[in-house]
């Protein structure tokens, strides 16, 4: 069956630092992948997603690419804020199964100033 | 617009009582979803309607568990014989469908069986 792995948190960096959240998946045929973020108080929301093989997708200065070799959907930054503090759960579906989203443990994030 | 509604926001019950959830989707979203997301990880499937009937079930935990769509836009998430294992928070997404298509969530229903 699918399933998704990610590194466990909590992270914690300063701002302005780089960010990287690794991703791999187990996953038949040709899943899609998705970041969702969860902030504070709030619910899940679509944070990027990429739907095939080297697609990049891009959303907030967050990017992520999907990676077939290496079954990999690793989440960057290139400079954090406070703002961006969070938990992210990468996550995949696959259209001929109905769409529905396997995802992972999650991770948090804090970003000190 | 509107997005996911889902009540009540938090449910406290005894353990053994029957419980109903409920998901409000957006309108024109033909697939709906439920979720379970305990403390501390994922959320994790429970069921799948593509319009008015269930297309996969396979998540529900047991067959205290059950959910319906019967006009094909709001559900209800059922649960019998609550238990203290049943806490967490349920969530329900709605979708048009569609390869790699986006769920919107809803705020979830905190659900605390004592």
């Known amino acids: 069956g699918n399933s998704v792995t990610q590194m466990e948190g909590p992270v914690t960096l300063s701002e302005e630092a780089f960010l990287t959240i690794n991703c791999t998946y187990t996953a038949t045929g040709y899943p899609s992948l998705f970041w969702y973020v969860q902030y504070p108080g709030e619910g899940l929301q679509l944070l990027l997603k990429a739907t095939k093989a080297d697609d990049k997708g891009s959303n907030k200065g967050f990017e992520a690419t999907y990676r077939k070799e290496t079954t990999s959907f690793h989440l960057e930054k290139g400079s954090v804020q406070v703002s961006d503090s969070a938990v992210y759960f990468c996550?995949?579906?696959?259209?001929?199964?109905?769409?529905?989203?396997?995802f992972g443990g999650g991770t948090r994030l804090m970003v000190k100033p | 617009g509107a997005g996911v509604s889902q009540t009540p926001s938090n449910k406290v019950t005894e353990k053994g009582k029957y419980v109903e959830l409920r998901c409000d989707p957006i309108s024109g979203h033909t697939a709906l979803y439920w979720y379970r997301q305990s403390l501390g990880q994922g959320p994790e499937f429970l069921i799948y309607?593509?319009?008015?009937?269930?297309?996969?079930d396979s998540g529900l935990p047991n067959d205290r568990f059950f959910a319906v769509r019967p006009e094909g836009s709001v559900s209800t998430l059922k649960i019998q014989r609550t238990e203290r294992g049943d806490s967490a928070v349920y969530l329900c997404?709605?979708?048009?469908?569609?390869?790699?298509?986006?769920?919107?969530f809803g705020p979830g229903t905190r659900l605390t069986v004592t």
């Open positions: 996550a995949l579906s696959s259209y001929n199964a109905g769409n529905m989203l396997t």
């Open positions: 997404a709605s979708s048009l469908g569609g390869r790699g298509a986006e769920q919107y």
């Open positions: 309607f593509q319009g008015t009937g269930a297309a996969d």
